[in-house]
Each structure stands twice: as structure tokens, then as C-alpha cells.
């Protein structure tokens, strides 16, 4: 259960930003990039992601399936950022977390 003004969590799902812009707007090579680092603008650390890539635009995002790589600290509605450079696209990727778990 969501528990309201509790300290940040690990991340659970994240959905790919519906701005324009935010799937990375092209180039990238369709498959899936693994593993990569990102960045908030909310006080969360630590999260690794994949990225679906299809009609050369990231498609979906999702926690990497390697132990820890859930980060700590995040909220419901933090910004997620891959690089360009990361992601292979023409622009960054940007995400949104959807939900939490609290793992203490």
C-alpha cells in the first residue's frame, strides 16, 4: 500500500514521458539497451534501467533485473533521465515513476 508522506522508495514501474520529445524523438537501434544510469529531479539515487527501443524511439522503460539496481529514495511522479549518449537516441529519455516498493 502507498503510504503518504513516507520517505522515498524503490522504484517499481516507470512510464515513458508522453511529451514530445521525451521517447528520445528518433535514431535510436530497435532492440533493447540494457543497464543504463539515470537521473532525477527528485532525491533518488541508485536506479539502473532498460530501454525498449522500437521505431527508433524508446517505447518502454523498466528497472534493470540486477540486484539493487532499484535505487532508493524516489516518489511517485519523479522525472527520470537517460542520456542520449545512453540511450542511442537523438534525445534523452524521459520517464516517469508510476509506483514504489518499500522493501523495509
Sequence with gaps: PV???????????IAVGTA?????TGSGTNGTVDNKATTTDGGGS????????????CSAIAVDAAAAADGDGYRIGDKITVSASDAG????????????????
Aim: charged share 15%; net charge negative; aromatic share 6%.
Design 3 to 13: 503510504e503518504w508522506g513516507r520517505a522515498g522508495g524503490s522504484v517499481a514501474t
Design 20 to 24: 514530445t520529445g521525451e521517447n528520445g
Design 46 to 57: 541508485g536506479l539502473k534501467v532498460d530501454l525498449t527501443i522500437a521505431s527508433n524511439v
Design 89 to 104: 537516441t537523438s534525445s534523452a529519455v524521459v520517464g516517469y515513476v508510476t509506483s514504489l516498493e518499500y522493501e523495509n
